[in-house]
């Protein structure tokens, strides 16, 4: 149980960027590490995190902890992946408005931000990689990809995925 309260502390401290971005660490610590999950219920993992109310670093802690430890480690793991955050903003917030325009404050941001983005990519990555079996898998999801770039955007998410379970309704 220890171990569940450090490694999902772990994930928390390096979730900067929320989102996205938690996924590879969640793979790593999880997955790589500890051994908790093979490979390939991560995809389940992020999907019922996704699917559910709330943020997937949470949803993830609550589903994990549970698996391990039933009631006990889900009400471990979520307090413990929100801690890094809520102890971050409670000693930082009265400090923000005073060096957030400092040069080396954004230097910093703009680094953590190229940081992120690598760590995004490597989840579009890993759970791509888990979930595109083939051409027609990859064909829907560059067809959905292009729709979305074409669109800017203002087309909303769940239309995209609704079209793309459409289509795979009908192909598969």
């Given at each position: 149980m220890l171990q569940l309260f450090k490694s999902f502390l772990l994930i928390g401290l390096g979730a900067y960027g929320g989102g996205l971005v938690i996924i590879p660490l969640?793979?790593?610590?999880?997955?790589?590490?500890?051994?908790?999950?093979?490979?390939a219920d991560m995809a389940s993992l992020i999907?019922?995190?996704?699917?559910?109310?709330?943020?997937?670093?949470?949803?993830?802690?609550?589903?994990?902890?549970?698996?391990?430890h039933s009631w006990?480690?889900?009400?471990?793991?979520?307090?413990?992946?929100?801690?890094?955050?809520?102890?971050?903003?409670?000693?930082?917030?009265?400090?923000?408005?005073?060096?957030?325009?400092?040069?080396?404050?954004?230097?910093?941001?703009?680094g953590i931000q190229i940081g992120v983005i690598s760590l995004i990519l490597y989840a579009v990555w890993t759970y791509g990689s888990s979930t595109i079996s083939g051409w027609l898998d990859l064909g829907i999801s560059l067809f959905a990809f292009g729709f979305l770039i074409f669109t800017e955007g203002k087309i909303h998410p769940v239309v995209i995925i609704l079209i793309s379970g459409t289509l795979g309704l009908f192909i598969f």
């Open positions: 969640i793979q790593h610590e999880i997955v790589s590490k500890q051994n908790w999950m093979p490979a999907a019922i995190a996704q699917m559910t109310p709330g943020p997937i670093a949470v949803n993830s802690a609550t589903f994990v902890g549970f698996r391990l006990e480690g889900a009400l471990l793991a979520t307090p413990a992946v929100l801690l890094p955050s809520l102890m971050i903003l409670t000693f930082m917030a009265p400090l923000i408005d005073k060096v957030k325009d400092k040069k080396h404050v954004v230097m910093l941001r703009q």
